[in-house]
C-alpha cells in the first residue's frame, strides 16, 4: 500500500511540474516567438514611442480632435466589462438610447433626420470595443476636420486607408479608434 502511495505522490508531482510548469512555459516561449504582439496585448505606441493602449480594447476619448468609439456600459474599464443588460422595452434603456443620438447629433453638428448607425449610440457586450463602423467614422469626420484644421478629404482618406473588413458574420468595413487616432496625430504632426 505504501509502494502505491509513493508511486501516486510521485506521479502527482512530475504531472504537476509537466502541466503547471513545463507546459506554460513553453506556450509562452511560442507565443513571444511566433506571436510577440499578440502575445504582449497588441499595444500601441504614440509617435514619441509611449505606449498609448492596446489595439483590442476600447477606450474613451474626450477631446473633439478625436474619434470617438462605442458607447461603453462599464467606461472602458476591464474589470467590470459588460454591458447594461437592459432590455429594448426597458424605458430606461430607452431613455440611455435618446440621450446618446440627440449627443451624437449635437457633437457632429447633424441634422435630427440624419441616419445614425448602431454602433454610434449602444454598446456592445463587453464595453470595450475597439473598433466603430466605417459610417460612424465617416459622420465623425466633418467634426475632425473642422476641430484639426484639416481638409475633410484628407480625413475621410486617412479613414479608408485605415478601414479593414470584419472578420464576423456581415463582413462590415470597420476603423480602429485608437489606430485612426494616432495615424491623425501621426498625420498633424507631419504638416
Known sequence: MMDT?????LMLIIFMVITGFIYPLCILMVGQWVFPVRANGSILRDSHGEQVGSKLIGQKFESAQYFQGRPSAC????LPSGATNYGVSNPLWRAQVRQTIEQYQTVNQLSKGETI?????????SGLDPDISLNNAMLQSRRIAQERKIPLSKVQEIIRQQSKKDTGLFQLPLVNVLELNLELDRQSQGK
Do not use: E, H, Q, R
Open 75 to 78: 467606461g472602458y474599464d476591464t
Open 5 to 9: 502511495l509513493k508511486k501516486s505522490f
Open 117 to 125: 448607425p448602431v454602433d454610434a449610440v449602444m454598446s456592445s457586450g
